[in-house]
């Protein structure tokens, strides 16, 4: 299990869709712009944000890690924009 240290916050990113709802296909760069993640884990400094929370974070911010068949964001929760509700 990932456990992350001090003010850093673990994500799964959400699966990216080929296409909108409406039937529209999305290029890769707009597909790269989507920054949704679910907290999976949360470092001791971090306050707001628990497990299961889902996330906007800044694009292009973390380092991605794959741990047994799972990719994960490491992200410092100061890169973590807003919390959906």
């Avoid at 410092?76 to 919390?83: C, E, G, P, S, T």
């Amino acid at each position: 299990m990932l456990k992350p240290l001090e003010d850093f916050v673990a994500l799964t990113l959400e699966k990216e869709e080929n296409t909108t709802a409406s039937g529209i296909i999305l290029t890769s760069e707009a597909k790269d712009k989507q920054a949704v993640g679910k907290v999976v884990a949360v470092g001791p400094k971090v306050e707001d944000l628990k497990e299961g929370d889902k996330v906007i974070y800044q694009t292009y911010s973390g380092t991605k890690v794959e741990l047994e068949q799972q990719e994960y964001l490491l992200i410092q929760v100061k890169n973590i924009l807003a919390k959906l509700v």
